[in-house]
């Protein structure tokens, strides 16, 4: 007898999603997807809007990581009024790359500290009751103040750029509408601790480690744990440094082979193609020269340094040369290795931040530059999550025409199918009742892309966890309620 | 000139004879809120926000002057109930999204939802369908915005008195629309003017969106009326110095 089980909605993650497990009459797994649930409309309602609306209202699609959706907006714009990549002045390019780095650092601290944590912390097989933001609040008090300050200093630098630390306007098209003043520059420099950028730094190399400690003593589990060979995307920048403001396209295979590289951001549709699956509302983006089958990559911390070269910062730079070495220089395919790379990437943000900080370019000079106006732009950007693409076109009377967005979570929409397969697979397979700790396993796979569904679907409502079995002929026989 | 004396709220007051109430309150350091008045221009009582009851009838405080003996009552229960009521309704009946709106921080509709701690609707939302107009090349006029009040009528017109902007349709239908051939010959002094004196976020320049960061927006710091209650406040300190 066959049954299908689902768990609906998953949760720790941002947004609505569930997913549906089909066991055979042996209950061997015959397939397993992440389906995503909810409708999301902003490519649709934003068309014949004015186009300097689109950072602002597209950001509205996430309250985790909105500046990611407002500068990538931006940056499309400027490419609509006649402002390619880096002709920005000095203080608009800098303004959004402090404010960027400021909500890559605040997003990732929010997710391993608050969302994913729990899971290394207590075992993903722990009580759920204590397997939670509140357990660890309750257990390890230090390290969760740490998650929370470190969260709201990303936040502050946010409010500093953009004026809101959550849906602000600080990018407008051709650059930034303010200046960072003395005293909101000081409060990062020279704040009592914890508020300080090097009180970041610290905590951020002590993260690193704890990921680290945590790996030495269960190897096993983190290395194989949803483990398996991918493509891997991101932008680069020219030099092949990490670079999560601006860049050109690369792509590597599993083995570290260059597919794609050097691709201007304007180019993107040439080689990338969306496809649509009836069971779920968001996309599978995969490379156009591989196919549908061989042609998904993943996107996010992992593909991040997977595809560059080096990191500009020291102290992340150690970290990735570590890093780096433990696969011999090879890309990493570990899925739980996600959580690594995102430490080193919170390191590389708060350096960057107070390499920024010190500059005066963010003190004075021209906010904004202006240059032809053309009819389309794509802003891509490496938000916390992945690689971020907004596309727009604009009619003569400056109404929007069309917007196409992928968003990080879509690019990863392949890769967590996978992910949850492989969970399903190798947890479920002879199984005759799934337990909480299976159906959290199969969660701790999502978890680790970090995947944004209410950005991908923008979706709304409460996240109760629940799992049901179906027979053969589609009848409920067993249901388990978070 | 002739002095009159009246009184608001139990308040003795006192007007230039031929002044309309509400410039006469705020002479006086009271302020009564309005959306469609606007000095330089006839008053039209459009928006009934700054309605009161004089003398125990009600009445648009825009459009009545003041009299002897008036006696007033503006910041009631029942009154401010009213305006409450009002404004409520020209957000439902608009298709008005604060949150993204480039006028947010600026605009005079949002700044008296803020004054009067409007949070949630009481009235169903009204989802109108309407357009936005380009076609004059300075401005983007978004209709879903537009409150009727009928200040770009009043106040933008040619040389010859004629106005660009006009009343389209009756009832519940009426809208505001630009002429077209009109519009596209607008020049950008009119057009800024247009810009600046819609009190909502429906008549827009193009360029000048979100230019004014978060915190230095007109109603970040100071909540609208309050220029007036101040003015009051600091002439009563001068006066106990």
């Not at chain 1, 969302?115 to 609040?137: H, M």
């Not at chain 1, 493509?231 to 030099?239: A, G, P, T, Y």
């Not at chain 1, 969306?274 to 779920?280: A, D, G, N, P």
């Not at chain 2, 109603?219 to 110095?241: F, H, P, W």
Request: aromatic fraction near 8%.
């Amino acid at each position: 007898m066959s049954k299908k089980i689902t768990i609906e909605p998953v949760t720790r993650v941002e947004g609505h999603g569930k997913v549906t497990i089909h066991l055979d009459e042996n209950n061997q797994v015959t397939q397993s997807r992440l389906h995503i649930v909810e409708f999301r409309g902003f490519e649709r309602f934003v068309q014949g809007r004015p186009y300097w609306e689109a950072p602002v209202l597209v950001q509205r699609l996430c309250g985790i990581c909105p500046v990611s959706h407002h500068l990538a907006a931006a940056k499309a714009l400027d490419q609509i009024i006649g402002v390619g990549p880096k002709g920005l002045t000095a203080t608009g390019e800098k303004m959004r790359r402090l404010m960027h780095y400021g909500q890559v650092f605040q997003s990732h601290s929010l997710h391993f500290f608050h969302l994913a944590s729990a899971d290394l912390l207590f075992g993903y097989d722990a009580d759920p009751k204590t397997r939670n933001v509140i357990g660890v609040i309750n257990q390890f008090p230090d390290l969760a103040v740490q998650g929370v300050m470190m969260r709201k200093f990303g936040q502050e630098i946010i409010k500093a750029t953009a004026g809101k630390k959550i849906h602000g306007t600080g990018a407008i098209p051709g650059g930034i509408n303010k200046h960072l003043s003395i005293e909101e520059r000081d409060f990062f420099l020279h704040s009592p601790d914890p508020m300080n950028v090097d009180k970041m730094i610290d905590w951020s190399v002590a993260a690193v480690q704890l990921f680290k400690d945590y790996h030495a003593q269960h190897t096993d589990f983190i290395d194989n744990f949803a483990q398996f060979p991918s493509n891997h995307m991101s932008i680069v920048r020219e030099d092949g440094a990490m670079d999560l403001y601006n860049g050109l396209i690369r792509v590597v295979d599993s083995e570290g082979n260059i597919i794609l590289d050097k691709i201007e951001n304007q180019d993107y549709h040439k080689y990338i193609e969306e496809e649509v699956k009836t069971w779920s509302y968001m996309k599978f983006p995969y490379l156009k020269s591989l196919g549908k089958e061989k042609g998904w990559y993943r996107v996010g911390p992992l593909a991040r340094l997977n595809t560059c070269d080096f990191i500009p910062t020291p102290l992340a730079q150690k970290e990735f040369e570590i890093y780096k070495a433990y696969t011999n220089g090879k890309p990493n395919n570990m899925c739980l290795h996600t959580h690594w790379a995102r430490l080193i990437e919170i390191l590389h943000c708060a350096e960057m931040m107070k390499e920024l900080l010190n500059d005066p370019d963010l003190l004075k000079g021209d906010l904004v530059t202006t240059g032809l106006k053309g009819n389309e732009g794509v802003g891509i950007i490496e938000a916390p999550r992945g690689t971020l693409f907004h596309h727009y076109k604009v009619n003569d009377d400056d109404t929007i025409k069309m917007a196409n967005l992928i968003v990080s979570t879509t690019n990863n929409n392949e890769p967590m199918n996978r992910s949850v397969n492989f969970v399903a697979k190798s947890m479920m397979n002879g199984k005759t009742e799934i337990t909480e700790a299976m159906m959290n396993a199969v969660e701790v796979a999502i978890r680790a892309y970090d995947p944004c569904l209410s950005c991908a679907t923008h979706a709304i409502g409460k996240m109760p966890l629940e799992i049901k079995m179906y027979n053969a002929e589609n009848n409920l026989i067993s249901e388990i309620k978070s | 000139m002739e002095k009159i004396k009246f009184q608001i709220d139990n308040k003795e007051c006192e007007a230039l004879y031929g002044q309309m109430l509400v410039d006469a309150a705020r002479d006086n350091g009271i302020y009564i809120p309005t959306l469609c008045n606007m000095q330089g221009t006839n008053p039209c009582g459009s928006c009934r926000v700054c309605t009161v009851k004089i003398n125990g009838r009600y009445a648009t405080a825009c459009t009545t002057p003041v009299a002897c003996g008036m006696e007033i009552e503006s910041e009631t229960d029942e009154i401010q109930e009213i305006r409450n009521a009002l404004i409520e309704l020209l957000f439902n009946e608009g298709n008005h999204f604060c949150p993204t709106c480039e006028m947010s921080g600026n605009c005079d509709l949002q700044a008296l939802g803020y004054r009067f701690d409007i949070m949630a609707p009481r009235f169903s939302y009204q989802w109108p369908k309407r357009a936005v107009n380009t076609d004059c090349p300075y401005l983007i006029i978004d209709y879903n915005r537009c409150i009727r009040c009928k200040r770009c009528i009043r106040s933008i017109k040619d040389e010859q008195g004629k106005s660009y902007f006009a009343f389209l349709n009756r009832g519940d239908k009426i809208e505001v629309s630009i002429d077209t051939m009109m519009a596209k010959n607008m020049s950008k002094e009119l057009a800024e003017l247009a810009a600046k004196n819609c009190p909502v976020g429906s008549i827009l320049l193009k360029g000048t969106a979100y230019k004014t960061p978060i915190g230095e927006r007109k109603y970040d710091k100071n909540r609208i009326g309050s220029c007036v209650e101040n003015a009051q406040l600091t002439a009563k300190m001068e006066e106990l110095k």
